[in-house]
């Protein structure tokens, strides 16, 4: 049996107890979470979330990224096709973890500034080798930009892969002051 055949008997089983009905396009916990790709870190499994309860952006590092601001931006034009507000009372989640593969390209500095799309010599800010800094980096980097709602929450994590257990780095906060965060 190959992967393939594994994955496609798993999506048999899942169809047969019945796909959830009615799911809505935008998750019901109003919730974006932005996470390593790494396996070890998988939110569905890590925070407990179901089908439908959240979107989850998964980049390597779980980093904000020129690409995952894209993404965010290409959400928020579907979210309003579709008639939907990402504003108040939406959260933004920043999610790190221990252990990350990234701190092995510590030494790919030309890979890195690709991907954080900065120069090399600003790599430091983006404090590649600690996850409770490189959250509230990437925190801070979502609180400065324009673009983003205002009234969203924005709150970081770092989850321990040894441990399981996830730390609140940077607590909720609406990305701007005076947002209405309802």
Known sequence: MTTLDTLLDRNRRFAAA??????PLFPSLKTI??????????????????????LVIRNLGGRFT???????AALRTIAEAEGTDPGPGW????????????I?????????ADVFGVD????????????????????????????LPAAFLVSGLVHDVATGLVDVVVPPAPLRPGADAA
Do not use: Q, S, W, Y
């Open 18 to 23: 019945g796909p959830p009905a009615d799911l």
């Open 33 to 54: 979470v932005i996470c390593c790709v790494d396996p070890r870190a998988d939110p569905a499994a890590v925070l407990g979330l179901g089908l439908g309860d959240a």
């Open 120 to 147: 090399p010599a600003d790599l430091g800010g983006k404090a590649v080798g600690d996850p409770a800094a490189a959250v509230a980096a990437d925190v801070a980097a979502i609180k400065a930009d324009p673009f």
């Open 66 to 72: 020129p690409g995952t601001f894209r993404t965010m």
């Open 104 to 112: 092995r390209l510590r030494e790919h500095t030309g890979l890195l």
């Open 91 to 102: 959260n933004l989640v920043i999610l790190h973890h221990t252990d990350c593969g990234m």
